[in-house]
C-alpha cells in the first residue's frame, strides 16, 4: 500500500490532487520497495515509464497517478521479471482502456521483441544493487555519490558487472584515508585511457572476417589488461619509492 502524503508536500492541482517531489515519491514507494532509489526512479523517468511534470526551475513534481504508475512498473519488474519496453506497451495499453494480460514470466519471444535483456537474477557475472550494497558493506548514499562521479556505472538493467563489488570495496578502503570520491576521479579517467588504448589494439582483431582471430580478441584483451594493470602498479610504486608485497 503506497502511503499518501499529507500537508505541504505539494502543491495543490485542479482536481483536487498533490505534486510532489521526487523525495516524497521515494519514500512513498519505499514500504513496498525498500531498494527502491533516487536514481532508479531518474532512471525509469528516462526510459519513458513515467513523465512527471517540471516547475519552472526544473525540478521534478509527481502527481499520484505517477506515483501509482512507478509502483506498477516496479512490480512487473520484480513479479515477472519483464524488460522495460514490455512494461511500457502494458501500461500504454491500460491507460488507452484495454485489458491486456501479462506475458508470462521470462517469456523469451517477449524479450526478444522488446530488444532488451531481462532483468536478472544475482549471478556470478552480475548482482542487482542490494547485492552490491550487502557485498562491499556500504550504503545507498555513498554508492549514489561514487555513481555521482562515475567511478560506479550501472548497467541499463540497473545490475551491475561483479568487478563493481571490488571497486565499490577499494573505494571505501581510500574513503578511511581521507581520499574523497573527488579525489579519484583521476584514477577514473587514467583507467578509462588505459582501457581505451587497449580497444585501439584490439578492434581490428574483432572485425577480422576469420572467426578464430575474432576469438583471439578476447584473449588478447585479457593479457594486454594483465599487463597494464601490472605496469600502473609498478609505476605507482617506482614513483613513490617503495615495494609492495
Given amino acids: 500500500m503506497l502511503r499518501t502524503p499529507t500537508g505541504g508536500a505539494g502543491h495543490g492541482t485542479a482536481g483536487g490532487n498533490r505534486l510532489v517531489s521526487i523525495g516524497s515519491v521515494l519514500a512513498q514507494l519505499r514500504d513496498e520497495f525498500p531498494e527502491v532509489t533516487i536514481s532508479k526512479i531518474r532512471f525509469l523517468e528516462a526510459e519513458g515509464l513515467v513523465e512527471p511534470q517540471r ?3 526544473g525540478y521534478r513534481k509527481f502527481s499520484p497517478e505517477d506515483v501509482e504508475r512507478l509502483a506498477q512498473v516496479l512490480r512487473m519488474q520484480r513479479d515477472h521479471y519483464l524488460p522495460l519496453k514490455v512494461i511500457r506497451e502494458h501500461l500504454d495499453a491500460l491507460g488507452r482502456g484495454e485489458e491486456p494480460s501479462l506475458p508470462p514470466q521470462g517469456a523469451p ?9 531481462q532483468p536478472e537474477r544475482p549471478t556470478a557475472a552480475r548482482v542487482g544493487r542490494a547485492e552490491l550494497l550487502a557485498a562491499a558493506e556500504v550504503t545507498e548514499e555513498e554508492l549514489d555519490e561514487w555513481e555521482s562521479y562515475g567511478l560506479i556505472t550501472p548497467a541499463a538493467d540497473e545490475g551491475y558487472d561483479a568487478e563493481s563489488v571490488t571497486v565499490a570495496k577499494l573505494i571505501a578502503d581510500l574513503g578511511r584515508f581521507g581520499l574523497e ?10 583507467a578509462d585511457r588505459e582501457a581505451g588504448l587497449v580497444e585501439q589494439v584490439v578492434a ?42
Fill in 55 to 57: 516547475t519552472p526551475s
Fill in 109 to 117: 519471444g517477449e524479450a526478444a521483441a522488446a530488444g532488451e535483456l
Fill in 181 to 190: 570520491p573527488r579525489h579519484l576521479r583521476a584514477m577514473k579517467a587514467a
Fill in 204 to 245: 581490428p582483431l574483432r572485425r577480422h572476417r576469420n572467426p578464430q582471430t575474432r576469438a583471439h580478441a578476447e584473449a588478447t584483451t585479457k593479457e594486454l589488461a594483465a599487463l597494464s594493470v601490472r605496469l600502473h602498479a609498478a609505476l605507482v610504486q617506482t614513483a613513490l619509492g617503495v615495494r609492495l608485497p
